[in-house]
């Protein structure tokens, strides 16, 4: 017969009878309430405070939780489905058992505002001053709603038929449905946004001048396919994964054969590869450089691909295209990560070629203003306030140096909004400085219960193969208040009375709900039990004052 081991205490009980430095009759420390930094917070490229709306959603308080949320992102429904969550992977609970899953929580309050037809009233009255949008993505469309919050009057001008940027264009409905994204971008424009389709910015100074624009924010994205030279010899179908993805977003349906090589290993390629096998192809290949572990592409995506029938030949590079064949290099890794021809090849067959190997940005109407610099990969210059070096203009998303999501463009233009309004007022916007990060290392999970993160339900794999039908469903009521339960709240108080009821003095007052505490130092003896059993480092020491 075997016996269980027995679980390793998280954290050591706290110890009344003797502490490091005692009490005695002086006292040498003192406690101070205190909030920190949760890493779900600080890993998130629009900023959002995750761990105040968690806390929100924990309590019933929905709409309560969807408002501070939309303090910092206009589009929760979208970026439940499409954000890459980088919270999660920042998240302290996964050291324990699975990390929070904050994007479906996200998805459910977006999900319920858009069902409650929930609305945001802006928060200054009207300041008289207008601002230009150059770019309906995600990036602009986050930049005129904080402007439009801040009183500001903005008119968005696009140059495709419809808004939304590449998150109508370029990522397939199975991930993110039409109707949600559409519903929050309607919400942008009850603001009083003005959203001009059709409409392509040639000349930016003289635009800005004939409907008397005080700045403009420019936030175009990377529609330009990258090019690349390949041998071709009577080549068959070759297209680039944008224009393909866009066809197949405005509902056209490219002619691809039967077999369908996809080029590259990024999240378009997948993205590529599984909307060909919906318009019937029968094989997708998708063929890349190098090996799974240095793909760009996020592992979950690839995982997605290939359960639903997409091949990946990895270390293969192509060298030369055919009417229905293409031959490819075998690579190798070196010991650099970097791949390295081998000399041996093979043939693939396929009807068509897609090529996703990366998107450029169009800033050639930026070219001639004065003072405007770019890098060599054709992005532009911005200075800490994301304005360029033409004053009033700024710039972000796409077309500044960053990593390009859509949460880091949509973090770009709440950004630019303040340093805006800030430039408009005669002002310059300053950040507020970042609170101390509150790592695992700084919890006391005296409470800890194990309590697994609540799966997604997914449409069965033979489902997929037809239409556009979303893929990832959302949590219900009860699964997402579970999943919001899961939050330690690190390093900001949640009220659990554990400090309250450890002090031996009585030197701790409740304010009541939502006010927390506060000290009495006339009855502290500076013993610290309060802080060994805080759970979630609300709680530091400080030496006594002279």
Excluded at 67 to 93: F, I, K, W
């Amino acid at each position: 017969m075997t016996s269980t081991p027995k679980r390793a205490d998280m954290t050591r009980p706290a110890d009344l009878l003797k502490h490091d430095h005692g009490t005695g009759p002086f006292r040498t420390q003192r406690p101070v309430y205190l909030d920190l930094l949760p890493p779900c917070n600080h890993a998130c490229p629009a900023g959002e405070n995750i761990q105040a709306w968690l806390a929100q959603v924990q309590a019933g308080r929905y709409h309560q939780a969807w408002q501070t949320l939309m303090r910092d992102n206009p589009m929760p429904a979208v970026h439940g489905r499409v954000c890459y969550h980088p919270c999660e992977s920042g998240c302290n609970r996964a050291v324990v058992d699975t990390s929070v899953s904050i994007h479906a929580v996200e998805r459910f309050l977006g999900d319920m505002a858009l069902k409650e037809s929930w609305k945001i009233e802006p928060d200054a009255p009207p300041s008289g001053r207008r601002v230009l949008v150059v770019g309906a993505g995600p990036s602009g469309l986050s930049a005129a709603y904080h402007l439009a919050r801040l009183g500001h009057q903005v008119e968005i001008r696009e140059a495709g038929p419809v808004a939304g940027g590449m998150m109508h264009f370029g990522i397939p409905a199975y991930r993110l449905p039409r109707a949600e994204l559409m519903a929050e971008i309607h919400r942008i424009e009850s603001l009083g946004v003005k959203i001009v389709l059709n409409h392509k910015v040639e000349n930016l100074l003289a635009e800005m001048r004939s409907g008397g624009f005080d700045a403009a924010f420019t936030a175009v994205g990377a529609h330009l396919s990258k090019r690349v030279e390949i041998p071709a010899r009577d080549a068959g179908k070759i297209l680039d994964a944008v224009s393909f993805l866009r066809e197949a977003n405005l509902g056209a349906t490219p002619l691809l054969g039967r077999r369908v090589a996809v080029y590259g290993g990024g999240n378009t390629a997948m993205d590529a590869a599984r909307t060909a096998k919906r318009l019937g192809a029968e094989e997708a290949l998708i063929i890349y450089r190098r090996d799974r572990a240095h793909m760009p592409a996020h592992s979950f995506e690839a995982d997605e691909a290939i359960s639903e029938g997409v091949k990946i030949n990895w270390l293969r590079t192509i060298k030369e295209i055919t009417e229905d064949r293409i031959t490819v290099e075998i690579m190798k890794i070196n010991a650099e990560g970097y791949p390295e021809s081998t000399g041996e090849f093979e043939t693939l067959e396929a009807d068509a070629l897609i090529l996703a190997l990366g998107q450029d940005t169009d800033t050639g109407f930026l070219k001639e203003i004065p003072g405007i610099a770019f890098k060599k990969d054709g992005t532009v210059v911005v200075d800490q306030n994301m304005m360029t070096g033409h004053a009033g203009i700024f710039a972000g998303g796409d077309m500044v140096p960053s990593e390009r999501t859509v949460t880091v463009a949509v973090g770009h233009g709440k950004k630019a909004a303040r340093c805006i309004d800030a430039y408009l007022r005669d002002a310059v916007y300053v950040k507020a400085p970042k609170r101390e990060l509150a790592g695992f290392d700084k919890l006391h999970l005296w409470y800890f219960t194990e309590a697994e993160q609540r799966q997604q339900d997914e449409l069965a794999l033979e489902k997929r193969r037809y239409g556009f039908k979303e893929v990832v469903a959302g949590l219900d009521e009860g699964e997402a208040v579970f999943e919001a339960k899961r939050c330690f709240s690190c390093g900001n108080c949640f009220e659990c009375d554990g400090c309250y009821g450890a002090c031996p003095e009585q030197a701790i007052l409740k304010l009541g709900p939502g006010k927390r505490y506060r000290y009495d130092y006339e009855r502290c003896t500076g013993c610290m039990a309060c802080f060994e059993q805080c759970p979630c480092h609300a709680i530091e020491t400080e030496a006594e004052p002279a």
